[in-house]
């Protein structure tokens, strides 16, 4: 083989290389992205059936329900718009309760009920997640004056 064909071998052989590194990288960022998504969103059909996302939204007066025999939670999350049915099992965070704003990370069942695998509440009583305010504000939902202040 001459000296321009050894090159060119080397050089293909490099392409094919970055190639499958880049195919890897990729596929192994689709499997780990969470999108966000309001609970008008999920409702309308835009959410993911069975692919992890996040759901954000306000916790529904009078919705959360819990189970006497171990630690699952039922609740509604909304954002005014819409409501999506969560349940969770696991401890909640010390700042959950109803009115409250949340972010849940899970999946969405056939059935429209959001499985989550964890549950974030804001920090104190200033702080909403950006994406959960920007949702309240575009449903109208929410009298939020200063949403992303801490």
Partial sequence: MSRRGKR?????ILVLGVGAASAM?????K?????F????????????VQHVFRVGGLVEEGSVERSGEDL?????LTDGG???PVTYTGILPDL?????????????????LFVAEEVLAKHDENYMPPEVAEALIK???ANLTNPHSK
């Avoid at 060119?8 to 293909?12: E, F």
């Avoid at 998504?37 to 993911?48: D, L, N, T």
């Avoid at 959950?96 to 429209?112: K, M, S, T």
Wanted: charged share 15%; net charge neutral.
């Fill in 8 to 12: 060119g071998l080397i050089v293909l």
């Fill in 25 to 29: 990288v990729l596929t192994a960022l």
């Fill in 31 to 35: 499997q780990n992205m969470s999108l």
């Fill in 37 to 48: 998504f309001s609970p008008s969103q999920v409702v309308a059909g835009e959410a993911p």
């Fill in 72 to 76: 699952t939670v039922r609740f509604a």
């Fill in 82 to 84: 819409a409501v999506v």
């Fill in 96 to 112: 959950f309760r109803e009115g409250q704003g949340i972010v849940a990370r899970g999946r969405l069942q056939d059935d429209g």
């Fill in 139 to 141: 449903q109208g939902g």
